[in-house]
């Protein structure tokens, strides 16, 4: 086939494109996965009697401000990652900087505690069960944003199969955070930390497959 | 960074374009391939391929171009963006067709898009075959409205589709051809 005739082929007709148009749909693809996480969450658990109260409030409280800066920061570098030569650096950075932030909270407060409090704070009641269901609850907002990068034109898959995959997980946490009790620092550090960096271990690995146009 | 001297001249093809300007936006396609002829050749001198195969990579990349379109951001240059899916598709087909992609090197995008080749040769896609891969619906649409150049309400009226049908297959053709361009065995 002759260049020209591709040219030819391509330039007819030409569709204009919205404004803004992928910021929207990457929000929108957020906002649904988010939603659709919730709703399973409510079907699973049932409506919260009363999410806030109980002494460890405010700890869920700031548990579930990291993971939703974590949403947004993430979500922001998506939006950059998605177009072609845009670099995002910014907000790795501060990607980095709070997962930072968790994890070292998480080593002081054991450092500052005597050993034998160690197991009781790290193993609270239902860390399994909080490790496994944030994976599960971010699968959904996973799979509108890997549906949403798809139309989009990301260049570095594995990064943004990994922020993808953050971003899930900490919605998933979000989902969680009210459900499980966060009895100490080191609980949240580890038991909604590690599953959200275990979700993006997963989406860089699944990213060149999924995201790979 | 020295971008290309012409940068503000394609980017207004490009706005142009994205704002529904079809001469523009076949303008900016020709220039582009010129310059993606003379990227592409010169990466491919480097690991002995011929020219042939850097026209498949032109054609791949401007459809990559024009399928993804709407990645572009209009407050930025435009010439990063271009290089950015350039070399995408270069390190996707030097992969695909199994060579070294420790050969292509990160460079800025001012430098690399820098000369340009007219001559074109004939690329190894056969888009009459491609096309015979196509749902029927789909390639009816390709064919009236970018073969034919029929606008999309009379390519509605003769498909007996509504407009919308239309612009969708539209679209979803280009996707899939894009798709079948990727996938085709290497010649």
Same mark, same amino acid.
């Given at each position: ?189 580890? !038991? ?20 790979? !146009? | 960074? @020295? ?9 207004? /093809? ?14 900016? /396609? ?25 026209? @498949?990579?032109?054609?791949? $990349? ?10 572009? @951001?209009?407050?930025?240059? /435009? $010439? ?22 420790? &050969? ?10 820098? &000369?340009? @080749? ?25 064919? /009236? ?43």
């Amino acid at each position: 086939m002759k260049t020209d005739e591709l040219i030819d082929l391509l330039g007819a007709n030409v569709e204009p494109v919205k404004r803004g148009y992928m910021r929207t749909a990457l929000l929108a693809a957020l906002a649904v996965g988010a939603a659709a996480a919730f709703c399973l969450r409510l079907a699973v658990y049932g409506v919260p009697a009363n999410p806030f109260s109980g002494e460890d409030v405010g700890l869920k409280v700031a548990g579930l401000a990291l993971a939703l800066s974590l949403v947004v920061v993430g979500g922001g570098f998506l939006i950059k990652s998605a177009r072609p030569g845009e670099a995002g650096r910014g907000a790795l950075i501060i990607i980095g900087l709070l997962l930072l932030a968790i994890f070292s909270a998480g080593t002081i407060a054991l450092a500052l505690a005597s050993p034998s409090a160690w197991s009781g704070m790290v193993f609270g009641p239902q860390w399994a069960a909080c490790f496994f269901c944030i994976p599960v609850f971010a699968a959904l907002p996973f799979a509108t944003l890997v549906w949403a990068l798809r139309k989009a034109a990301p260049t570095r898959l594995a990064l943004t199969g990994a922020v993808i995959g953050l971003v899930a997980g900490a919605l998933g946490a979000a989902v969680c955070a009210y459900h499980y009790p966060s009895s100490s620092i080191p609980f949240l550090a580890f !038991w909604y930390g590690g599953p959200i960096v275990l979700c993006g271990l997963i989406g860089a690995l699944l990213g060149p497959r999924l995201l790979r !146009w | 960074m @020295d971008l290309r001297s012409d940068e503000p001249e394609l980017r207004a /093809l490009m706005l142009a374009g994205l704002d529904g300007d079809a001469a523009a936006h076949k303008a900016l /396609l020709a220039r582009l391939a010129a310059i993606l002829r003379a990227y592409f050749k010169g990466q491919f001198a480097r690991i002995g391929r011929g020219a042939a195969d850097a026209e @498949d990579l032109v054609q791949e $990349t401007l459809i990559a171009l024009h399928t993804r379109r709407h990645t572009y @951001d209009r407050s930025q240059l /435009l $010439t990063p963006w271009v290089y950015a899916i350039a070399r995408y598709r270069l390190v996707d087909y030097l992969r695909r067709t199994k060579a070294s992609v420790a &050969d292509v090197p990160i460079e800025a995008a001012a430098g690399v898009l820098a &000369d340009e @080749d007219p001559t074109a040769v004939d690329s190894t896609l056969d888009l009459m075959k491609l096309m015979a891969q196509l749902t029927p619906k789909t390639r009816q649409a390709i064919q /009236l409205v970018k073969l034919d150049g029929l606008s999309v309400s009379e390519a509605a009226t003769q498909a007996g589709m509504s407009e919308s049908a239309i612009k969708v297959a539209v679209h979803r053709g280009l996707r899939a051809l894009s798709l079948l361009v990727r996938q085709r065995s290497p010649s």
